[in-house]
């Protein structure tokens, strides 16, 4: 990475900076709790069917065809549970002081996947967003490097992701100027990843 340029922090979300496997785990208990008959393997028969449908995750649309199905049971504040979820509690160890140091560093932006809308309730209910220089939601990010460039021009990027997938794309697009780091958490964690590997940001 060329030492004269500027630097910026990009930070995913997912499991990068919030545990979404927990997210998932404690909807479907929501879900659970409130029914006879389990119907969190209902839900999430939505939310796939909402993802091949749109190209992203979006909960919030899985929310609402998912209250539509069920009618009459007790589920229709499941979409309200997912806006006011204290994702604050959901944050991987030692996140918060990590993105601090980060930002006495150089300018911090999110780079992401899914609806905008929520993952920016995401970010201001942990408290990330005022420090951010700017929020970039796309349906697949490795395919919108161009915007971030030219939000950025001439700045040198360091990618914290849980995929070692997202980060090889940018790597093959951005070359030197980009210093992946990849985030062991989740479904991807134990993948082999030939580059800089960090329990958190805190880790960096």
């Given at each position: 990475?060329?030492?004269?340029?500027?630097?910026?922090?990009?930070?995913?979300?997912?499991?990068?900076?919030?545990?979404?496997?927990?997210?998932?785990?404690?909807?479907?208990?929501?879900?659970?709790?409130?029914?006879?008959?389990?119907?969190?393997?209902?839900?999430?028969?939505?939310?796939?069917?909402?993802?091949?449908e749109?190209?992203?995750?979006d909960?919030?649309?899985?929310?609402?065809?998912?209250?539509?199905?069920?009618?009459?049971?007790?589920?229709?504040?499941?979409?309200?549970?997912?806006?006011?979820?204290?994702?604050?509690?959901?944050?991987?160890?030692?996140?918060?002081?990590?993105?601090?140091?980060?930002?006495?560093?150089?300018?911090?932006?999110?780079?992401?996947?899914?609806?905008?809308?929520?993952?920016?309730?995401?970010?201001?209910?942990?408290?990330?967003?005022?420090?951010?220089?700017?929020?970039?939601?796309?349906?697949?990010?490795?395919?919108?490097?161009?915007?971030?460039?030219?939000?950025f021009?001439?700045?040198?990027?360091?990618?914290?992701?849980?995929?070692?997938?997202?980060?090889?794309?940018?790597?093959?697009?951005?070359?030197?100027?980009?210093?992946?780091?990849?985030?062991?958490?989740?479904?991807?964690?134990?993948?082999?990843?030939?580059?800089?590997?960090?329990?958190?940001?805190?880790?960096y």
């Open positions: 990475m060329r030492g004269d340029q500027p630097q910026v922090f990009l930070l995913d979300i997912d499991n990068t900076l919030i545990d979404h496997d927990e997210l998932k785990r404690q909807v479907a208990a929501w879900i659970d709790d409130r029914v006879v008959q389990p119907r969190s393997g209902e839900f999430w028969e939505t939310y796939e069917a909402v993802r091949r749109l190209g992203i995750v909960f919030m649309e899985a929310a609402r065809r998912f209250e539509d199905l069920c009618g009459p049971e007790p589920l229709d504040g499941l979409g309200r549970f997912l806006w006011g979820f204290p994702f604050d509690d959901l944050l991987l160890p030692g996140t918060r002081p990590g993105w601090e140091r980060l930002a006495q560093t150089g300018p911090l932006a999110v780079l992401c996947d899914g609806e905008r809308r929520f993952q920016e309730q995401k970010l201001e209910r942990i408290g990330l967003l005022p420090l951010l220089e700017h929020v970039f939601v796309f349906d697949h990010k490795e395919d919108h490097l161009g915007e971030v460039e030219r939000r021009p001439g700045a040198n990027f360091v990618m914290f992701d849980d995929k070692p997938r997202i980060l090889r794309a940018m790597q093959q697009r951005l070359g030197s100027r980009l210093h992946a780091v990849h985030v062991r958490h989740g479904h991807y964690a134990g993948e082999t990843f030939a580059g800089r590997s960090v329990d958190s940001i805190a880790g």
